[in-house]
């Protein structure tokens, strides 16, 4: 705790007694010592410290990775580190038992999975929502204009695998237009699936609209009309596991504060 000390007495004896008074912590006007274990303000909740691994879908990357800059920032003494997978094979790997003290998934049904035994009690809390954009290159040569565009013939197209969120939310994005997809390939992450147009290994492929946001030009988007009827919902949750549950609040606290949503939402993501 850091207290405000009263100014000592004006005049000082002996050299023996301003060392007392030196070693009991006397100062002047204005200035702060501390006293005790703990590095806050009086009244404000201990310092954080300690380091963190958090687990999160490939579609917040780049905003997870702003976010854990300013919490490093705000929080001196703590660190942390990020894996950004597919959530599924995330979740693989913390049934498998990789160390980790935070899961944020992009969507509903993959946290599911470890919800009764991985997550710990009333942890998880929905801090964001997505939709899929099709991802097309610069100034859109292919003229696609909606899902059913991409069942042309030649036209080279590629998704994310059905267990991946963006594969599911794929799926029912296809039902919901009416269109059977035939994708030359499915990846196991949205950014796997960005990438592959980026480089013009594809022409077209279903991404988050964050991924189009975040892509600084190399792709543009096409929204499907159907594309509001299938909304992924972002949850995060502390892990059973964690080797330390209070940072990890800590953190996932800041994702849902008002700063954690700015960032979200200037990357395109949607309220929960």
């Known amino acids: ?42 009244g404000s909740a201990t310092a954080l410290s300690g380091s963190i691994t958090v687990f999160a879908a490939a579609s917040l990357q780049q905003t ?51 919800a009764t035994t991985d997550l710990a009690a009333d942890a998880r809390r929905d801090f964001a929502t997505n939709t899929l954009e099709i991802a097309v290159a610069p100034g859109n040569p292919e003229g696609i204009r909606d899902l059913d565009d991409l069942t042309r013939p030649g036209l080279q197209v590629v998704t994310c695998a059905a267990p991946v969120p963006c594969g599911a939310a794929t799926a029912k994005l296809e039902r919901a237009a009416g269109v059977d997809l035939r994708p030359v390939s499915e990846e196991q992450s949205v950014t796997d699936v960005l990438g592959k147009v980026e480089s013009g290994q594809a022409d077209a492929g279903l991404v988050y ?58 990357a395109g993501f949607g309220k929960p």
């Open 64 to 114: 997870f990775t702003e976010l854990g800059d300013r919490f490093e920032r705000e929080h001196p003494g703590t660190t942390v580190t990020f894996s950004f997978a597919g959530s599924s094979d995330l979740v693989s790997q913390i049934r498998n038992g990789a160390p980790a003290d935070v899961f944020a998934s992009a969507d509903e049904a993959t946290m599911d999975e470890i």
């Open 1 to 42: 705790m850091k207290t405000l000390l009263r100014s000592c007495c004006p005049v000082i004896a002996t050299s023996a007694l301003v060392a007392a008074l030196a070693l009991a912590g006397c100062s002047s006007p204005g200035t702060t010592a501390r006293t005790g274990s703990a590095d806050a303000p009086t």
């Open 209 to 266: 609209v964050t991924d189009v946001e975040g892509s600084d030009g190399k792709v543009d988007g096409v929204r499907p009309a159907a594309a509001s009827k299938v909304v992924n919902t972002y949850p995060i949750g502390v892990l059973t596991g964690s080797s330390d549950p209070a940072l990890a609040t800590a953190f996932t606290d800041f994702v849902l504060s008002d700063a954690g949503q700015r960032v979200l939402a200037d």
